[in-house]
């Protein structure tokens, strides 16, 4: 069964951008957000294919936002969509940085209670939704959302990947 994760990433996508808002000034206008280059990320992240995806659909609808700057990319295998990764720069690296933001950001997604797990690449928060696993982690202002097929067969080595690339 190869069941696209694009609709249930897209709309975590927009949900996660304006996750940070809080006590901080937002920015009004989502035309602001700049797309990240597609150099952002490698071309092949555990064998797996990356292309770029339009900005456009993440962010309809969305109204307020800390982020300046974003990039959806699909991770394929052939043309069977593997796994997304969405990556949000926002305004302050210590926002962003601060634990209750993440914290924050974090219990908004998944189904499941977020589990921070220690890896020898870095630390990400993992959880299941959807019959997806999702791995969420930040390295200074930028927070990485890896959303992963269920029936994806290297679920933890993707993530692991993902986080090396990202250092």
Same mark, same amino acid.
């Given at each position: =069964?190869?069941? +696209? ?9 927009? *949900? ?12 009004? !206008?989502?035309?602001a ?7 952002? =990320? +490698?071309?092949?992240? !555990?064998?797996? $294919? ?6 456009? +659909?993440?962010l ?10 974003? *990039? ?10 593997? %796994? ?5 720069? @926002?305004?302050?690296?210590? $926002? ?10 974090? !219990?908004?997604? *998944? %189904? /499941? ?8 690449? *870095? ?6 939704? !959807? ?6 982690? @930040?390295?200074?202002?930028t =927070? ?5 097929? /269920? ?5 933890? /080595? ?7 690339v990202?250092?």
């Amino acid at each position: =069964m190869s069941r +696209p994760v694009a609709v249930v990433s897209l709309a975590l996508a927009a *949900g996660l951008l304006v996750a940070g808002c809080g006590d901080k000034a937002v920015v009004q !206008n989502t035309a602001a957000i700049q797309p990240l280059p597609a150099s952002t =990320m +490698p071309a092949r992240i !555990n064998g797996l $294919h990356v292309t770029a995806e339009p900005l456009a +659909p993440l962010l309809k609808g969305v109204k307020e936002s800390d982020a300046v700057a974003a *990039g959806f990319y699909a991770l394929r295998l052939g043309r069977t969509l593997e %796994a997304t990764l969405q990556v949000t720069r @926002f305004r302050e690296r210590e $926002h962003a940085s601060s634990p209750a933001v993440q914290q924050r950001v974090v !219990n908004q997604i *998944g %189904a /499941s209670e977020p589990t921070l797990t220690r890896l020898p690449e *870095g630390s990400a928060y993992l959880s299941l939704s !959807n019959d997806q696993r999702l791995g969420v982690w @930040f390295r200074g202002a930028t =927070m990485y959302v890896l959303t992963v097929r /269920s029936d994806y067969p290297y679920p933890r /080595s993707l993530i692991r990947s993902a986080l090396a690339v990202t250092r």
